[in-house]
């Protein structure tokens, strides 16, 4: 099975922290500024050296992205390809994999699992003439570490458009009279505010397209485990749910979307995650919302090279093509393509705002005032107010989704 995975899988400017926000975005009040790394001297290219602490391998779909843009941003500045540390724990693995790649001398470390973070903060400590990068990650903003800094992306722009592609299917199904339900479900990893952020995005992308459109969320309480996946996304599908949408790392939910049309079900569709389904779903494969992590990977790399100051934070979207969405499948209905085209066009003007408040609500009421970070640990955000003029500010603060609301029209199953 991992040498299919990987078979599937292998088809496949330094910013401020303000830049996380878009160029419209108001100045942020208390916003943690970039850090000096002075201290750190320019590195020739012959003998940078880049480390990657990795929580799963190429068999795992997030964890590939990353390779895939690592590697490019190698390649693009003319280095060598990175030295992988493979499936590490959010434990004192992580330490011990940092401390291992330091002492190959690697200039710039990175780390790609939320949990990872502590474990690298440390190694910073240990290590600070080596720049350490964290994706995911809330705490550089307020570490004090000028050697250390958190990146992600604004997949949530990607998984807003997504949602159009999986709304204007939904809409032909409706308007042809083959279902009369506009229900979705959403496979989520955990109840965290980056699979919040990303099935929000994506409900809000459906209902910009029908209105009436509602979701079901089941968590797997994994990033990747293949059978719990395909197990969520039938349980999903035996409910009535037409469309199908993800927030985890496999190809579970595609496969069994896919085997439930061979079944008989021609009334399912998919949206996955990470990497093109097409290979695994090719009937029932609507798209993939996807990280373009070679774009961080090169700011911080180049910045190591450079001798420079890290930023805070870096998050890109898809005004400096930080994120995108894979090839629209077959299944797709007419006039996606224009509808995304105009979406992103929108997103790149600041003509739309994925989580415009007018669009949406909690408990029926309007919501005006919401959090973006959280200063004690509680996993509830509790300072910086993030709804200014009309809409909230994801990855503004920090580049790590922070929007946690619970809006009318999901419900979470467990």
């Not at 208390?30 to 001297?41: E, L």
């Not at 969520?232 to 037409?242: F, H, K, P, Q, T």
């Not at 919501?367 to 970070?373: D, E, G, K, M, Y």
Request: charged share 15%; proline share 3%; hydrophobic share 40%.
């Amino acid at each position: 099975m991992k040498k299919f995975l990987a078979l599937l899988l292998a088809g496949l400017m330094t910013v401020s922290l303000a830049a996380c926000g878009g160029s419209t975005a108001p100045a942020a009040s208390g916003a943690a500024s970039g850090g000096s790394a002075s201290s750190a001297a320019p590195a020739q290219t012959s003998s940078i050296k880049v480390g990657a602490i990795l929580i799963g391998d190429e068999n795992e779909g997030y964890t590939y992205a990353h390779m895939i843009g690592i590697e490019a941003a190698c390649d693009a500045l003319g280095i060598e390809k990175p030295i992988y540390k493979y499936n590490i724990g959010e434990d004192q693995a992580c330490y011990d994999a940092a401390v291992d790649l330091a002492e190959q001398g690697c200039n710039v470390i990175f780390a790609n699992s939320f949990g990872h973070e502590t474990y690298l903060m440390q190694a910073a400590q240990d290590y600070p003439d080596i720049y350490f990068a964290h994706a995911t990650g809330t705490h550089a903003k307020t570490a004090g570490l000028s050697n250390f800094c958190n990146f992600f992306d604004n997949i949530y722009e990607a998984r807003y458009v997504s949602g159009i592609v999986a709304g204007m299917k939904l809409k032909e199904l409706m308007d042809a009279g083959s279902i009369s339900d506009p229900y979705i479900g959403y496979v989520g990893a955990y109840p965290y505010a980056e699979v919040v952020s990303g099935y929000t995005a994506f409900f809000l992308g459906i209902r910009s397209i029908v209105p009436d459109a509602h979701m079901d969320v089941t968590y797997t309480n994994s990033w990747f485990n293949i059978t719990a996946e395909g197990e969520a996304a039938n349980s999903l599908i035996s409910r009535g749910c037409v469309i199908i949408g993800q927030h985890a790392d496999s190809t579970g939910a595609p496969s069994a979307v896919q085997a439930a049309h061979d079944a008989g079900n021609a009334n399912v569709f998919s949206v996955g995650y990470n990497v093109d389904m097409l290979s695994v779903a090719p009937d029932v494969a609507l798209t993939s919302p996807q990280n373009n992590w070679e774009v961080p990977y090169e700011q911080i790399i180049k910045t190591a090279m450079d001798g420079g100051a890290l930023e805070t934070d870096y998050c890109n979207g898809y005004a400096e093509d930080g994120v995108m969405i894979s090839t629209l499948g077959p299944a797709c209905a007419a006039g996606t393509q224009e509808a995304v085209d105009a979406a992103i066009a929108g997103i790149k003007d600041g003509s739309v705002h994925v989580f415009d408040t007018s669009t949406f609500t909690v408990g029926g009421a309007a919501v005006t005032s919401a959090f973006a970070t959280d200063t004690d640990g509680d996993f509830t955000p509790d300072a910086d107010e993030a709804i200014i003029d009309g809409y909230y500010h994801e990855s503004y603060f920090q580049s790590a989704p922070s929007f946690s609301l619970r809006i009318d029209g999901i419900t979470e199953l467990n």
